[in-house]
C-alpha cells in the first residue's frame, strides 16, 4: 500500500507575530498574512488529487486548507494533530523570563529528557502517542492515496521524527515556517520525506 502525504504547518496568525505561546489550549484565527499563506499554498497545490484532508482540531489549521475543503475534498479532524500543550504558558507573552524556560526546556528534549514538559503541559513522549493514533488511522483507510496534511509547528517536527523513525531529541533540525511542506511517500510500511521544507509557494509573498 502506498500513500503520499503533504504535511503543513498553519497560516500566521496575530499570535505567531506578537510572539504569544500558542499550543492546543489556544483557539486563534489566521492573520491577513496567514490568509494569503493559504491562498497561494492552495493556488500551487490544487490541482493535486487530494482524496482527504486531515486537520487539527484547532480553528489556525481548518482557515489554512479551506480552499480544499471547498472543493469538496473529504475533512477530517483529528485530536492527534493538535499542537503540544505549553502548559501554564499557553496564551502568555514571551517574557525574559518566560523564554528562559523554553529554552531549558529545549535543552532538555535535545539532552533526551523527552519526558520532560512544562506544567500542566505536554511532554514529547505524550505528544507522540496521541500522534500514533492519528497516523495509525490515517494508514488504515485504504481508499486514501494522496492526503493533505495541517497542523502545528512544534508537533509537525515531533510527527516527522515519528513518521521517519529519528529520535525526537532532534525534533529541531527540521525547519518551519507557516504553511512550509514536507511531502513523504509512505511505502512497505516506511516514511520517506520526498519534498523537505519546500516553502516555494510563497516567493511572491516574500517578494512583496
Known amino acids: 500500500m502506498k500513500k503520499t502525504f503533504y504535511f503543513i504547518r498553519h497560516g500566521q ?35 493535486v488529487p487530494f482524496d482527504k484532508v486531515y486537520t487539527s482540531t484547532l480553528l489556525r489549521t481548518h482557515q489554512t486548507v479551506q480552499g480544499f475543503i471547498d472543493q469538496n475534498v473529504p475533512w477530517e479532524q483529528l485530536v ?3 499542537e503540544i500543550s505549553w502548559g501554564i504558558y499557553e496564551g502568555k507573552e514571551q517574557t525574559p523570563e518566560l523564554l528562559s524556560g523554553f529554552e531549558q526546556l529545549v535543552a532538555a528534549w ?13 511532554s514529547p513522549n505524550a505528544l507522540m502517542e496521541r500522534q500514533q493514533l492519528a497516523l495509525d488511522h490515517m494508514l488504515a483507510q485504504a481508499n486514501e492515496e494522496n492526503i493533505l496534511v495541517c497542523m502545528h509547528g512544534r508537533a509537525l517536527r515531533i510527527m516527522l521524527c515519528l513518521m521517519t523513525a529519528i529520535d525526537a531529541r532532534y525534533m529541531d533540525d527540521f525547519p518551519h515556517t507557516n504553511t512550509a511542506l514536507y511531502k513523504l511517500l509512505y511505502n512497505n510500511g516506511q516514511f520517506e520525506i520526498i519534498d523537505h521544507y519546500n516553502t516555494d509557494h510563497l516567493e511572491a509573498l516574500m517578494n512583496e
Open 13 to 47: 496568525t496575530d499570535l505567531n507575530l506578537k510572539g504569544i505561546v500558542q499550543g492546543r489550549g489556544v483557539d486563534s484565527p489566521l492573520n491577513e498574512t496567514g490568509m494569503a499563506q493559504a491562498q497561494a499554498f492552495f493556488e500551487r497545490y490544487n490541482t
Open 80 to 82: 492527534g494533530l493538535d
Open 110 to 122: 535535545r539532552n533526551g529528557e523527552l519526558d520532560v514538559s512544562i506544567e500542566n503541559g505536554e
